[in-house]
Nanobody, 121 residues
Framework: QVQLVESGGGSVQPGGSLRLSCAAS????????MGWYRQAPGKQRELVAT???????NYADSVKGRFTISRDNAKNTVYLQMNSLKPEDTAVYYC???????????????WGQGTQVNVSS
């Protein structure tokens, strides 16, 4: 199986910055696309950003220009640099990946347990 562990969350004032990290481990053969999602209280989980490859990224309109997603394939890690944070960015942030493991040739989606981000004065 694949385990995803997020880190870097916390509390920050509006206009501040945070960098989230998510490291994948387990019997991984190949990791394909990686991404970040978030869920605010009382809201549905929504896509924040994805990075299918090193030179392809996708962002939700609400974060474009403020957030940057990147990945380090050697470390099986995906990052989310969040700048100019707003109160509406407050949510639990989840990373995910599409991966293939040694015991299963099928490409599957895996999720982390989330990290809390609070943006307030």
């Amino acid at each position: 199986q694949v385990q995803l562990v997020e880190s870097g969350g916390g509390s920050v004032q509006p206009g501040g910055s945070l960098r989230l990290s998510c490291a994948a481990s387990g019997s991984i053969v190949t990791i394909y696309a990686m991404g970040w999602y978030r869920q605010a209280p009382g809201k549905q989980r929504e896509l924040v950003a994805t990075i299918p490859s090193a030179d392809i990224t996708n962002y939700a309109d609400s974060v474009k220009g403020r957030f940057t997603i990147s990945r380090d394939n050697a470390k099986n890690t995906v990052y989310l640099q969040m700048n100019s944070l707003k109160p509406e960015d407050t949510a639990v942030y989840y990373c995910n990946c599409q991966a293939r493991i040694r015991t299963d040739y099928i490409r599957r989606t895996y999720w982390g347990q989330g990290t809390q981000v609070n943006v307030s004065s």
